[in-house]
């Protein structure tokens, strides 16, 4: 257990539905990601924050996503209007940005099934 | 575009031997560089983070930087059946760029 908390583990849902992720970090990291991931592919950044600020969302991330981190604790993604293609892992992962190497840890997925 | 690229395996060793992981990157910016053991419907697990070339050893893992040339690798000695997982290499620059990941299965 690395400390990071996801919610729910999965989630089965209709397309065209709305669905939302929570993500709690541990507690002292400033930096929360979010992650979309395929079978036999790697991670896909969507989004970070540091603290409250969102400071960069991927360029073909699709405007039915989006994420907010409320006093830069939790983090909740929502995807509006889901698609069979929006069914992926959903990986959140925090880190402490100071001095040295930033190191991720991730915590244990959403695995979204869109039918 | 930025890429970091894994043989996508399988990968099969014998328990007891040494297994081999190789990633190469494009990136010359990129400074550090990690590997993440992924078990199967599971969540990324950091294992190892280097950013100077040579060797890094932590218990029966070592990771290995040639900025030269531009790949990382990872060795693990006396593998177990439980090492086997997927294997992701990571570079980072201002933001991390993943690799597809390696299958490796340890044999009894």
């Known amino acids: 257990d690395t400390g990071v908390s996801q919610n729910p583990r999965h989630k089965i849902t209709k397309r065209g539905q709305n669905v939302t992720f929570r993500c709690d970090p541990i507690?002292?990291?400033?930096?929360l990601y979010w992650y979309r991931q395929t079978l036999g592919q790697g991670p896909e950044f969507l989004t970070y924050?540091?603290?409250?600020?969102?400071?960069?969302k991927s360029r073909l991330l699709s405007d039915r996503f989006s994420a907010e981190r409320p006093k830069g604790s939790f983090s909740t993604l929502e995807i509006q209007r889901t698609e069979q293609g929006d069914s992926a892992m959903y990986l959140c992962?925090?880190?402490?940005?100071?001095?040295?190497?930033?190191?991720?840890?991730f915590g244990s997925g959403t695995q979204l099934s869109v039918l | 575009q930025k890429e970091v690229e894994q043989n996508s395996g399988p990968l099969s060793v014998p328990e007891g031997a040494i297994a081999s992981l190789n990633c190469t990157y494009s990136?010359?910016?990129?400074?550090?560089f990690f590997w993440y053991r992924q078990y199967s419907g599971k969540s990324p697990e950091l294992i190892m983070s280097?950013?100077s070339n040579g060797d890094k050893e932590d218990g029966r893992f070592t990771a290995q930087l040639n900025k030269a040339s531009q790949y990382v690798s990872l060795l693990i000695r006396d593998s177990q059946p439980s090492d086997s997982a997927t294997y992701l290499c990571?570079?980072?620059?201002?933001?991390?760029?993943w690799g597809a990941g390696t299958k490796l299965i340890i044999k009894p």
């Open positions: 990571a570079g980072l620059n201002y933001q991390l760029i």
């Open positions: 280097i950013y």
């Open positions: 992962a925090s880190s402490l940005r100071g001095t040295g190497v930033e190191k991720l840890f």
């Open positions: 990136d010359r910016g990129s400074q550090s």
């Open positions: 924050f540091q603290n409250e600020a969102q400071l960069e």
């Open positions: 507690s002292e990291h400033n930096r």
